[in-house]
């Protein structure tokens, strides 16, 4: 926040591929300026993501940097219509002040189309049931303290994205470790493990185990989430929980390369038969 002005995740990303390409242009803030009858002030808050860009300003600095692909200036235009929209959205999650600074991760999400999810502890969150949610928040740092069932409530409030049309798709990846890990006890786990099984049936869920047997792998010291808005790639963000923190990386180059990691994470791990055969069995086991 900076005033009334608030500095949006799609913002920044977009205001991020404005720079990179004034700069490669070799133009300044002024320059740009000139092109939209502005000032250098309202160039340095388009960059920085704190205001909406309109569509002619795109177009007018697209052609003062010599941009005229399609597929470039189309990716600019949509992701500042996401943007845009993002800003005026009145959401659920409004409903929930206990969100925090969850709230611009949920927000993205509703407006997602397709989300990429590693995992290494814990079953992702648009897959947890009640009860899995309530174990989770009975352990939370007394920081993150407040209604539980408000929180549950608005975690299973996420959960309706995935039924919604436009219908959200997901691809899961999870670590063998957070399958066997009894949060809340067998019975809480037993019951995950079996809404895993019935949830990896929806078409737009993609849901794969990497079992202890791939051995130590790069990626195995994160967790991450990657948000895309349109085609693959195209304005991707990635989202990353860190202890008592938040991480975003917004720019196209950083991103694909969580992407990468995500495809590499993805090709090790069991296919979907076989996930699910072993999901069964650690619930049978329970």
Request: glycine fraction near 8%; charge should be negative; charged fraction near 25%.
């Amino acid at each position: 926040m900076q005033g009334n002005s608030t500095s949006t995740v799609l913002g920044r990303r977009l205001g991020g591929e404005l720079i990179k390409l004034r700069t490669a242009a070799s133009l300044t803030q002024t320059h740009a300026a000139k092109a939209l009858t502005g000032s250098t002030t309202k160039v340095a808050k388009m960059e920085g993501g704190w205001v909406p860009v309109r569509d002619p300003d795109i177009r007018a600095l697209c052609e003062l940097y010599g941009v005229s692909d399609p597929a470039i200036v189309g990716g600019l235009l949509e992701l500042a219509r996401v943007d845009r929209e993002r800003r005026k959205a009145k959401g659920w999650w409004n409903e929930f002040p206990n969100l925090g600074d969850m709230q611009e991760y949920v927000a993205l999400e509703s407006a997602a189309t397709a989300i990429k999810a590693w995992q290494l502890t814990f079953v992702p969150g648009l897959l947890q049931t009640p009860d899995y949610i309530r174990a989770l928040r009975d352990d939370a740092p007394s920081a993150e303290g407040g209604d539980h069932e408000r929180f549950v409530a608005a975690r299973l409030a996420r959960q309706r994205r995935l039924d919604e049309s436009p219908q959200l798709s997901l691809r899961a990846v999870v670590y063998e470790a957070a399958l066997r890990n009894l949060i809340g006890g067998a019975d809480v786990m037993r019951e995950q493990l079996d809404h895993l099984a019935d949830v990896a049936g929806k078409p737009s869920v993609s849901l794969r185990v990497l079992p202890f047997s791939t051995g130590a792998r790069h990626g195995m010291n994160c967790t991450f989430n990657i948000i895309s808005f349109s085609e693959p790639g195209a304005m991707d963000v990635v989202y990353m929980e860190v202890p008592f923190n938040r991480l975003w990386v917004e720019g196209g180059e950083a991103a694909a390369q969580y992407d990468e990691l995500f495809e590499r994470i993805a090709t090790r791990a069991h296919n979907e038969r076989d996930s699910l055969e072993l999901i069964s069995r650690l619930s049978r086991e329970l």
